[in-house]
């Protein structure tokens, strides 16, 4: 794949254009002084809050949310727009307000929320499209409250987005009677939603496959606080994400719900959701794996900051639990990397979001074989395949297996010879730019950590990396 790689033809089907690419070009920094690095707030955590608290008719305080991120912004615009309140606070406590009266997103100076919901009837039909951006989570989440109101109410999101499957959450939908319409073609989006839910389609019973995703289970849970009924959904096939269930299950325990999850199946019931007080968000613990990769690729120590504890760790507590056979001693707060030890195995069919990070700190390290991820396919990008060609453009070999991937350790990464494409997946940019801090390059794309740790390219750049956002002209070939 050359620089020519973007083609865009002229009308008349003979010519091409030169079309300019947003790259980053990255050099590497002279020094090797420590690094600090904050984890961002954890977005599983957060936007399973904003769904659940909406459902209170409470104030409830959110904490520790600053540079939560363009899929958490999805969220509460969203929940805005359906009738959720939100006051911002900066770190005096005092309150903040937009310039712009119609931005719907967190003022960017917040670091506390006041949430004032509606309750679990109180949502009101969205005069325009829900806009769930990037975030798969909100796009799901979205859709089990949207399928409890009178529709139509339609879901949209980016192009990525647009990709991605959630066939499993449509048909367990049509299955409680909602009409379920989207248009033909290879895009999934947008939906139209016409809802409410059937009393006697739910009585029946709903059959969910949770093979791909661990979402749609969790879209019921956090819906069910508005059943008619209680209802018992048929978990299809070996789920995934179970951890992020899970934590889904637990969260509505602290409103006061009750989910039961056993032998393959789920039973919900409604309740009225109840919390008073503060909800502090726990760092993103699978962000870690960026600031594990950054010891290699900085050959620095990095001071992490912000762990939320393996316990709120959501299956990335691998991280912790495997750091020494990673290459990577932590103490304390302090994360430095070790000489190579043997090839490791590590399974993350709870955590394969760590999965680009983490191929590439094996490869730098001692190499090994990730398994348990299969259903990373399903992700922003074909996450497996994807990483695979991402790590090649650094010169670094991996073998692609049907459920993870295998790397040889000790590799050197030599610098990109083209801009390096990320598929528009946000992992595979942070991957891609912490290896150009090492070898230098170019990475396509300039914004895609806001989708998770907005503060990431800044950190690197205070941290000494030059990184510049500019274009490049590519010309079909």
Same mark, same amino acid.
């Given at each position: 794949?050359?620089?020519?790689?973007?083609?865009?033809?002229?009308?008349?089907?003979?010519?091409?254009?030169?079309?300019?690419?947003?790259?980053?070009?990255?050099?590497?920094?002279?020094?090797?002084?420590?690094?600090?690095?904050?984890?961002?707030?954890?977005?599983?955590?957060?936007?399973?809050?904003?769904?659940?608290?909406?459902?209170?008719?409470?104030?409830?305080?959110?904490?520790?949310?600053?540079?939560?991120?363009?899929?958490?912004?999805?969220?509460?615009?969203?929940?805005?727009?359906?009738?959720?309140?939100?006051?911002?606070?900066?770190?005096?406590? #005092?309150?903040?307000?937009?310039?712009?009266?119609?931005?719907?997103?967190?003022?960017?100076?917040?670091?506390?929320?006041?949430?004032?919901?509606?309750?679990?009837?109180?949502?009101?039909?969205?005069?325009?499209?829900?806009?769930?951006?990037?975030?798969?989570?909100?796009?799901?989440?979205?859709?089990?409250?949207?399928?409890?109101?009178?529709?139509?109410?339609?879901?949209?999101?980016?192009?990525?987005?647009?990709?991605?499957?959630?066939?499993?959450?449509?048909?367990?939908?049509? #299955?409680?009677?909602?009409?379920?319409?989207?248009?033909? !073609?290879?895009?999934?989006?947008?939906?139209?939603?016409? !809802?409410?839910?059937?009393?006697?389609?739910?009585?029946?019973?709903?059959?969910?496959?949770? *093979?791909?995703?661990?979402?749609?289970?969790?879209?019921?849970?956090?819906?069910?606080?508005?059943?008619?009924?209680?209802?018992?959904?048929?978990?299809?096939?070996?789920?995934?994400?179970?951890?992020?269930?899970?934590? *889904?299950?637990?969260?509505?325990?602290?409103?006061?719900?009750?989910?039961?999850?056993?032998?393959? #199946?789920?039973?919900?019931?409604?309740?009225?959701?109840?919390?008073? !007080?503060?909800?502090?968000?726990? !760092?993103?613990?699978?962000?870690?794996?960026?600031?594990?990769?950054?010891?290699?690729?900085?050959?620095?120590?990095?001071?992490?900051?912000?762990?939320?504890?393996?316990?709120?760790?959501?299956?990335?507590?691998?991280?912790?639990?495997?750091?020494?056979?990673?290459?990577?001693?932590?103490?304390?707060?302090?994360?430095?990397?070790?000489?190579?030890?043997?090839?490791?195995?590590?399974?993350?069919?709870?955590?394969?979001?760590?999965?680009?990070?983490?191929?590439?700190?094996?490869?730098?390290?001692?190499?090994?074989?990730?398994?348990?991820?299969?259903?990373?396919?399903?992700?922003?990008?074909?996450?497996?395949?994807?990483?695979?060609?991402?790590?090649?453009?650094?010169?670094?070999?991996?073998?692609?297996?049907?459920?993870?991937?295998?790397?040889?350790?000790?590799?050197?990464?030599?610098?990109?010879?083209?801009?390096?494409?990320?598929?528009?997946?946000?992992?595979?940019?942070?991957?891609?730019?912490?290896?150009?801090?090492?070898?230098?390059?170019?990475?396509?794309?300039?914004?895609?950590?806001?989708?998770?740790?907005?503060?990431?390219?800044?950190?690197?750049?205070?941290?000494?990396?030059?990184?510049?956002?500019?274009?490049?002209?590519?010309?079909?070939?």
């Amino acid at each position: 794949m050359g620089r020519g790689w973007v083609k865009r033809w002229t009308s008349s089907g003979k010519d091409h254009r030169r079309n300019d690419l947003r790259i980053l070009r990255i050099t590497p920094r002279s020094n090797s002084t420590p690094i600090q690095w904050r984890l961002p707030p954890s977005k599983s955590h957060l936007i399973r809050a904003l769904a659940l608290f909406s459902q209170t008719q409470q104030h409830v305080t959110l904490e520790n949310v600053a540079s939560a991120g363009d899929d958490v912004r999805a969220m509460r615009c969203s929940l805005a727009q359906m009738g959720v309140h939100f006051d911002d606070y900066d770190r005096e406590g #005092q309150l903040l307000q937009q310039k712009n009266p119609m931005d719907l997103g967190p003022h960017p100076n917040s670091v506390q929320w006041v949430l004032t919901g509606v309750g679990p009837f109180g949502f009101k039909r969205p005069a325009s499209v829900l806009n769930a951006a990037n975030s798969g989570t909100a796009l799901r989440f979205l859709a089990g409250i949207a399928a409890r109101m009178e529709g139509p109410i339609m879901l949209d999101g980016d192009h990525s987005l647009r990709q991605r499957d959630s066939d499993a959450l449509w048909d367990s939908l049509k #299955q409680a009677g909602v009409e379920v319409s989207i248009g033909q !073609g290879k895009e999934r989006l947008p939906v139209l939603l016409s !809802g409410p839910w059937k009393k006697e389609k739910l009585e029946q019973g709903i059959e969910l496959d949770i *093979t791909r995703s661990s979402q749609p289970l969790s879209s019921w849970m956090l819906a069910s606080a508005a059943l008619p009924v209680d209802i018992q959904l048929n978990l299809q096939g070996k789920g995934v994400s179970n951890r992020h269930s899970k934590l *889904t299950a637990e969260m509505i325990h602290l409103t006061g719900g009750k989910v039961e999850l056993e032998g393959g #199946q789920c039973m919900l019931s409604p309740w009225e959701p109840s919390f008073e !007080g503060t909800y502090t968000v726990p !760092g993103d613990a699978s962000m870690a794996s960026f600031a594990f990769l950054a010891t290699h690729c900085l050959d620095a120590e990095v001071e992490l900051h912000g762990w939320p504890g393996d316990e709120q760790a959501i299956g990335h507590e691998l991280l912790s639990k495997y750091a020494i056979e990673c290459g990577i001693k932590w103490d304390g707060d302090l994360l430095k990397s070790i000489g190579s030890t043997l090839p490791v195995t590590l399974d993350v069919i709870d955590s394969n979001d760590i999965l680009p990070p983490l191929a590439a700190l094996l490869s730098l390290g001692p190499g090994g074989r990730i398994s348990g991820a299969a259903h990373a396919v399903h992700k922003e990008s074909d996450r497996l395949s994807r990483t695979v060609e991402l790590l090649s453009f650094f010169g670094i070999h991996a073998t692609l297996h049907d459920d993870g991937i295998e790397v040889e350790g000790n590799q050197k990464p030599t610098m990109p010879q083209q801009p390096v494409p990320t598929f528009n997946d946000h992992r595979l940019f942070m991957t891609a730019v912490l290896l150009a801090s090492k070898t230098g390059g170019e990475v396509i794309g300039h914004t895609l950590h806001h989708v998770a740790d907005e503060a990431f390219v800044q950190r690197l750049q205070e941290a000494g990396v030059q990184i510049e956002a500019t274009t490049t002209p590519s010309l079909a070939d």
